[in-house]
Every structure is written in C-alpha cells, then in structure tokens.
C-alpha cells in the first residue's frame, strides 16, 4: 500500500514538473521584440500592438553608452515644425522619430494619396534590442549631437520649419536646433563651410532614421501603435458655401462626448480653436467612430458642426497628464 502511493506521488510530482518546464519554454519564445523575431515588414497600417515593450537591461555592457530606460524615457528624438502654417498645422505636427528607454521607436507611417485621408495620423512602433540603442547612439554622437549650445547657421530661406534633435544620454540632454535643415546655404555668409558640413552630417543621419533598418538586421517588425491619449483640436465650421458638383464633400458625425463649443480650454491668439485631451473610456467612444472619420469631416456637437484636427499623445506625453 505504501509503494502504490509512493508511486502515484512520484507521477504527480513528474507531471507537474513538465508542465512548468513546457510554460517556461513558451514564455521565452513569446517575448516581444525577441531575437528570434524574423518579420521583415516594413512600417504599415493593418495590425494594432497589443504587446508590452521588452525592457532594456539597466546594467549595460561595459563601453556602452549610458541612456534612461524607462518606457516613457526619450533617448533620441528628432522634430520638425514651424513655418508659415495653419496653427492647427503646428499644434498636431508629430516628431519623426522617438526612441525610448525600452528599446521602443514611434515614427509616422506611410500614407496613401486618397483625399481626404483619415482623421488619425498612422503611427507605427516597433521594439529594438540595446545593440540597436547603441548604434544609434553612437550615429548621434558622431554627428555630433551630443553637445548644446551650437550655430548651424540660417539658409536664406524664408517661411520653413526648424529641426530639434534631443538626445538623453550620459547623465545629459542635449538638444540641437537647425533651422531649415536640408537646404542649401541659401546664400553668402549665412551659412559657413564648416556650417554646412555639420547640417549635412545630421540631414545624412535624419535620413537613416527614416529607415531603422539602417541599423537593424533582420529589419524590425512594425504595429500601429495602439494610443492611450488623444489631444483633439477644434473650430467651428464656416457656414457651408455653394460647391460644385466635382467637389469632395465632407461626411457628417456625431460628436460623442461634452459640447465642443465649452469643452476644454481655447488655444490663445488661434481664431477660435480649442482643444482637449480625451482619454479613457471617452476616448474607447471616440475611438469606435474615428474609423468612419476622415480629415474634412464634420463633426455634430451642440447646434453647430466643427472641424477637428487629431494629434495620438506619445508614452512620455500621456504619461505626463
């Protein structure tokens, strides 16, 4: 009798430890951003990113360079705005790119050249290794970048935007400003020799992070990155005008949340434009129309329709609500 239970303890003990080794193995095999990825998409819409970002390892390797590594921890980004636009056009303008402690990148997705397009920008965010981050890195650095405070001269250009590049690295953030970088001298004296060797250099390296695979293999996997926050921006519409028969006209949507003519706060010196953060479940209402939306389209709040103009806060942006 006492042999049989010895025998039927054993047998448990040996099920239960297969079990454990089997979910281990899973797991391992399931990390996002794992090296065994092998997906060599590049970055489009069609997927919604339902993964936690893989965390980087606090402790790097010797020679490395030193970098916050929290998820909502700007290591490199690079932004362009400014210039003669609509404020509207400004106030929405999404950097073109982010790279975050945890190894995350955020960067604008293609679009298709359908008018109108959609009411929501196309984020797309992959998940790169610590080789990755340092390579990187080590581009902004021999660019350069990593130092404040530097004249890169003024093209004789008029009307066009600035470049920011910030960098977060050894204990330090550094952030650069160029103004109508990717043009020519513009004429003589605005920019030296040594000026424009230097806008050259970091042009050369806003190019390659268009394109992580610069500095990846295999190329990364990309999602739509899939928003917690969303910063809306709107006007009343003029009254409708007479149109021709060949005009695009707009469709018509109910605005599903508190009266646009009082919600939020009004943007100062911007011809009646509001805006306001919308998250959580109104954001999970507002989410569930957008698909329907477009960027002309007319928005039913109150006894008027407005315009709106749509801008997904970035991980370090929502997280500083």
Request: proline share 7%.
């Amino acid at each position: 009798m006492r042999c049989h239970s010895f025998v039927l303890v054993l047998a448990a003990f040996l099920v239960f430890a297969l079990a454990l080794g089997v979910a281990a193995c899973g797991t391992a095999e399931n990390l996002p951003g794992g090296s065994d990825s092998t997906s060599t998409s590049a970055p489009g819409p069609g997927t919604t990113s339902t993964s936690a970002p893989a965390s980087s390892s606090t402790t790097l390797p010797a020679g490395s360079i030193s970098h916050p590594t929290g998820a909502t921890d700007v290591i490199l980004r690079l932004a362009t705005g400014g210039g003669l636009v609509p404020i509207e056009v400004n106030d929405t303008l999404i950097p073109e790119f982010t790279l975050y402690g945890d190894g995350r990148i955020i960067v604008p997705g293609p679009t298709t050249m359908q008018y109108p397009g959609a009411a929501l920008p196309n984020l797309q965010t992959t998940v790169v290794s610590e080789a990755v981050i340092q390579a990187i890195l080590s581009a902004a650095k021999e660019a350069k970048l990593f130092q404040n405070g530097v004249d890169y001269g003024h093209p004789g250009v008029a009307d066009v935007g600035s470049t920011t590049v910030t960098v977060n690295a050894e204990g330090t953030t550094y952030k650069s400003e160029i103004y109508a970088l990717g043009f020519g001298g513009g004429g003589s004296g605005s920019v030296s020799a040594e000026q424009q060797q230097a806008r050259a250099v970091i042009n050369d390296l806003r190019n390659k992070l268009s394109d992580p695979t610069n500095f990846s293999a295999p190329p990364p996997a990309w999602e739509t990155y899939d928003l917690t926050a969303l910063k809306v921006f709107s006007r009343q519409a003029p009254a409708a005008s007479d149109t021709s028969s060949t005009d695009v006209k707009p469709n018509n949507l109910p605005w599903p949340l508190a009266d646009l003519g009082t919600a939020g706060t009004e943007v100062a010196n911007a011809q009646g434009l509001r805006q306001l953060v919308v998250t959580g479940d109104d954001l999970a209402t507002l989410k569930a129309l957008l698909p329907q939306a477009t960027e002309i389209t007319l928005w039913q709040s109150g006894n008027a329709d407005y315009n709106l103009w749509l801008r997904p806060l970035l991980p370090d942006e929502a997280a500083a609500l």
